[in-house]
């Protein structure tokens, strides 16, 4: 009798665990990349936008952002020793990269380019960047950008919101790269922080019957900060994409969304704007 109350037991209990393995397979896990560091040297983690936000586990990692930069972190040990932490970070395209973090006396690597990798997982944050052509290198996307930056502001379409506004001051093209420059006007006395900035091709209205498609488009640069911005104040940020058309069917939203709260904005753009992109060469 006692063996077959046993035998019962473990059935019920093997239930139990099939049912939570197959509560898990709704989820998908983003896998941790591995840090080592130690508290005399600095580990520099470049990533390919700039940061957004950081998040450390615990106070046994020092972090800082060196002073003049937006995607570059730094990071050393509080302390020997101590027990194994982890860091988060979002860059500004909406990724997020984490990391579980040691101690060890001899770190491998004290410089480190994250987001280089390929994964089979389509939503990794490791994802490899859209592939341009060989003359699309960052730093001539960074040339292009900052000779747009410094161009005279070409008007055009804006969002107001709550005192916010979002402007679109210009559409150019360079080698097959479409860069946006895009201003954010804070009007308010409240700072506006920025959660994140999406491209996306959307269907135009239909039914209610038909289902609708979003296509998310990921940026390979990004030039200038908006990360918060301060209040009476303006940001500017030039947003470098592959370049694309859009059928009649569809259109192109610009949308910011600000961190914990609702003033978001949104720019709806046709394939007749894009097709207005001028031409900026990228000699001097």
Do not use: W
Not at 25 to 33: A, C, G, H
């Amino acid at each position: 009798m006692k063996c077959k109350c046993v035998f019962i037991e473990a059935i019920i209990l093997a239930l139990f665990a099939f049912k939570s393995f197959a509560q898990n397979e709704n989820y998908s896990f983003i896998p941790s990349e591995h840090l080592t560091i130690i508290y005399n040297k600095t580990t520099n983690l470049i990533f390919p936008f700039s940061v957004q936000s950081i998040d450390r586990g615990s106070k046994d990692i020092l972090v800082q952002q060196p002073k003049g930069t937006e995607n570059i972190v730094q990071i050393k040990a509080d302390k020997p020793n101590f027990i194994q932490t982890n860091l988060s970070v979002i860059t500004i395209d909406g990724k997020l990269y984490s990391f579980t973090v040691d101690y060890t006396p001899q770190p491998s690597q004290l410089n480190i380019i994250v987001g280089k990798k390929n994964d089979s997982v389509s939503d990794s944050v490791f994802k490899e960047p859209v592939m341009l052509s060989s003359a699309n290198n960052e730093a001539l996307l960074q040339s292009v950008a900052q000779k747009i930056s410094e161009t005279k502001v070409a008007h055009g379409k804006k969002d107001k919101h709550n005192q916010m506004e979002l402007h679109l001051n210009g559409i150019y093209i360079n080698h097959d790269v479409l860069y946006f420059r895009l201003q954010l006007k804070n009007n308010s006395n409240v700072s506006y922080d920025v959660n994140r900035i999406g491209f996306s091709i959307r269907d135009k209205q239909k039914s209610k019957r038909t289902a609708t498609q979003e296509m998310e488009v990921q940026p390979v640069y990004s030039y200038g900060s908006f990360t918060t911005v301060q209040g009476k104040s303006s940001a500017t940020c030039i947003i470098a994409l592959p370049k694309f058309t859009l059928p009649d069917s569809k259109y192109l939203s610009v949308q910011i969304l600000e961190k914990d709260s609702g003033r978001n904005l949104n720019l709806t753009l046709k394939n007749r704007h894009i097709m207005q992109a001028k031409i900026i060469s990228d000699s001097n």
